[in-house]
T-cell receptor, first 111, second 111 residues
Framework: NAGVMQNPRHLVRRRGQEARLRCSPMKGHSHVYWYRQLPEEGLKFMVYLQKENIIDESGMPKERFSAEFPKEGPSILRIQQVVRGDSAAYFC?????????FGPGTRLTVL | GESVGLHLPTLSVQEGDNSIINCAYSNSASDYFIWYKQESGKGPQFIIDIRSNMDKRQGQRVTVLLNKTVKHLSLQIAATQPGDSAVYFCAEKTGANNLFFGTGTRLTVIP
């Protein structure tokens, strides 16, 4: 039973470009969460999705950031017109409702 | 050795000793708690969880204690090993909502 998968593991973008981060939850898990982590800090919640629905996006910036979890395929976190402050590790977690299991993360570097 | 979380974010212990990592949580409505271990460059790894109707839960070499009166959580690691060196986060949750992470404690095991 594969765990949560994320790709790419590392992503480098120049300012103004778009970043797309993908997350495939554990088999059977219908809840997906995205978190952001800066060095030496804890994880900060961004968005919680279920299939085709955004349940809670209170932690996600209103501009430039969007997320989706389509009926088929992985969840996508999209960052448009990236800025240097977007550089961080982005983690996806999936669950059946309580315990969350994390993927290896995508490390985004904005030049 | 013992950590008080926010006030002492690092903890060094001798190999073979027991470790205690403490965490204060913020939301009295939280009903589910998880301890995660995060090694450098990796995603958080689920260690042990506890529901609010319990005050103690044991796993393999780990024990989690929950004191709801003072909103305090601790993780005890028995016979600490070099492989236990990592950053440990406590996280709280209400229902199926997202996790709120604590600051984290860096545990260093001295061989």
């Amino acid at each position: 039973n594969a765990g949560v998968m994320q790709n790419p593991r590392h992503l480098v973008r120049r300012r103004g470009q778009e970043a797309r981060l993908r997350c495939s939850p554990m088999k059977g898990h219908s809840h997906v969460y995205w978190y952001r982590q800066l060095p030496e800090e804890g994880l900060k919640f961004m968005v919680y999705l279920q299939k085709e629905n955004i349940i809670d996006e209170s932690g996600m910036p209103k501009e430039r950031f969007s997320a989706e979890f389509p009926k088929e395929g992985p969840s996508i976190l999209r960052i448009q017109q990236v800025v240097r402050g977007d550089s961080a590790a982005y983690f996806c977690a999936s669950s059946l409702g309580e315990g969350e299991f994390f993927g290896p993360g995508t490390r985004l570097t904005v030049l | 050795g013992e950590s008080v979380g926010l006030h002492l974010p690092t903890l060094s212990v001798q190999e073979g000793d027991n470790s205690i990592i403490n965490c204060a949580y913020s939301n009295s409505a939280s009903d589910y708690f998880i301890w995660y271990k995060q090694e450098s460059g990796k995603g958080p790894q689920f260690i042990i969880d506890i529901r609010s109707n319990m005050d103690k839960r044991q796993g393999q070499r780990v024990t989690v204690l929950l004191n709801k009166t003072v909103k305090h959580l601790s993780l005890q690691i028995a016979a600490t090993q070099p492989g236990d060196s990592a950053v440990y986060f406590c996280a709280e949750k209400t229902g199926a909502n997202n996790l709120f992470f604590g600051t984290g404690t860096r545990l260093t095991v001295i061989p």
